[in-house]
């Protein structure tokens, strides 16, 4: 009797033993996944990794400048750089003196880093056939940047910037209203074999010539799109054809602003004695106008980060971009240049 009843005791004792230690009800996936988690690793640890969100992946960018010539340069500069750090992306970027080679150099330097794409603004239009096809090779997708490359469209991805030609058509009206249809004129090149120079000057030219026949281009030469090349540039011609200089074609303010400084010094009136119009619309030809020394500036748009950076995600993203971004641009005159002043961003 005693026999059975402590058999039946120890079964009774074993039955409640089960009962504790099984679950009330199975863990969802989650719960079980972190409960795994929590027997794996300390406590601190695991509460740390659960609280981490994953992390997305940089854009990496490479992105060649051609230089810092001019005022409009530097506010291209700071629009790539400011916008790169507003998004986060891990911008390479490489001055490179207006010296194609180092521009090819950098791009080099950006396949072998192995970016996901490369931004491009070359300092003039021939001679990147090479560079670009070792970027295509590479699987890199490639943009251009303010100015254009002469190579085939499926070198790049896209060119955004703006549109050169119909910037020097827009110099040549304003100067022909200036002069009133009549006049000998001066020109400043921007640097040579530039798109932004060779563009400037095609579409001021066949204005001129095709609806203003008593208006003379009677001096062209390149001043590099800097105030010192400007000025000497400037100099030179005032030494050759002075008082029969009637405008001043400018491919960018600052060699206009160069100019200016040589035709006061030559005893004239910029402004008054030669009519000026120039390409930009930066802050020094704002304060040129507003001092009546120079009339017409054609905008040219240097804040071109968010839209360069708008393309890098799309095409990184795999969708479509348009051969061609145009900027958006205006025509600034001396006559609201005090009221446009304040609200201009470079
Ligand atoms: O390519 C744009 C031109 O380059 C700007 O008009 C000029 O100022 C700059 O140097």
């Not at 507003?86 to 390479?92: H, Q």
């Not at 010296?99 to 001679?127: H, L, M, T, W, Y």
């Not at 590479?138 to 703006?162: H, M, N, T, W």
Request: hydrophobic share 40%; net charge negative; with cysteine.
């Amino acid at each position: 009797m005693k026999k059975v009843f402590a058999m039946l005791l120890t079964g009774v004792m074993m039955f409640t033993m089960a009962g504790c230690s099984k679950p009330a009800a199975a863990p969802a996936p989650a719960a079980e996944a972190a409960a795994e988690t929590k027997t794996e690793a300390p406590a601190e640890e695991a509460k740390t990794e659960e609280a981490k969100p994953a992390e997305a992946k940089k854009l990496v960018v490479g992105y060649s400048q051609l230089g810092a010539e001019s005022e409009w340069r530097t506010a291209c500069t700071n629009s790539v750089k400011g916008e790169a750090e507003k998004r986060g992306v891990d911008l390479k970027f490489s001055d490179a003196q207006q010296k194609q080679e180092n521009q090819i150099k950098a791009i080099r330097s950006f396949i072998a880093q192995k970016v996901d794409v490369i931004g491009v603004s070359p300092v003039v239009e021939s001679g990147w056939e090479t560079v670009f096809k070792e970027v295509k090779d590479a699987g890199i997708p490639l943009v251009l940047v303010d100015r254009k490359a002469d190579v085939p469209e499926d070198l790049y991805a896209c060119f955004l910037g703006s549109d050169f030609k119909a910037e020097g058509e827009r110099a040549a009206e304003e100067m022909a209203t200036l002069l009133g249809g009549k006049g000998n004129i001066v020109e400043l090149q921007g640097t040579v074999g530039s798109s932004a120079a060779v563009e400037r000057l095609e579409g001021f030219k066949a204005v001129i010539e095709s609806k203003y026949p008593d208006i003379k281009i009677i001096k062209s030469q390149t001043g590099d799109f800097t105030r010192a090349k400007g000025k000497e540039v400037m100099e030179a011609f005032l030494k050759s054809d002075g008082k029969n200089i009637q405008g001043l074609y400018a491919h960018n303010d600052d060699m206009a602003i160069g100019a200016i400084q040589a035709i006061e010094e030559y005893g004239l009136k910029p402004g008054t004695d030669i009519k000026i119009v120039s390409v930009d619309a930066v802050k020094g030809a704002f304060e040129a106008m507003i001092a009546g020394k120079l009339n017409v500036t054609v905008e040219c748009n240097p804040l071109l980060g968010p839209q360069f950076f708008d393309v890098c995600e799309k095409i990184v993203a795999g969708e479509a971009v348009e051969k061609y971004i145009p900027s958006e641009e205006g025509i600034y005159r001396q006559e609201t240049a005090a009221a446009d002043l304040p609200s201009r961003q470079y």
